[in-house]
Nanobody, 123 residues
């Protein structure tokens, strides 16, 4: 299983970015997919997740209403749309695929991770 995340960059506060995660070796609809982020000096934290099958999403409180996860099964791609970005959203963003079908915020439930993509939000 391989995951490749892309789409990060430098954006001003209030701006938007869309991250992509292309999966190979495991269908993006057969297991939960998650997005996490890690800022310098901090632990990796949950951002959002989408379940296998019908694609139920859930988000961390810090991004709820601003970030949206979607999925295109035919392209084996999961997206993270980030709107109204804030400087505190600055981090390396990682996508991951879970061992389980149901969405989960537990980092330990994810067994394969992408390489990360840097998002920097300037004030």
């Amino acid at each position: 299983v391989q995951l490749q995340a892309s789409g990060g960059g430098l954006v001003q506060a209030g701006g938007s970015l869309r991250l992509s995660c292309i999966a190979s070796g495991r269908s993006v609809s057969s297991a939960a997919m998650g997005w996490f982020r890690q800022a310098p000096g901090k632990e990796r934290e949950f951002v959002g997740t989408i379940s296998g099958g019908d694609g139920i999403t859930s988000y961390a409180d810090s991004v709820k209403g601003r970030f949206t996860i979607s999925r295109i099964n035919a392209n084996s791609t999961v997206y993270l749309r980030m709107n109204s970005l804030k400087p505190e959203d600055t981090a390396v963003y990682y996508c991951a695929t879970s061992r389980y079908y149901s969405s989960t915020s537990n980092r330990l439930d994810y067994d394969y991770w992408g390489q990360g993509t840097q998002v920097t939000v300037s004030s």
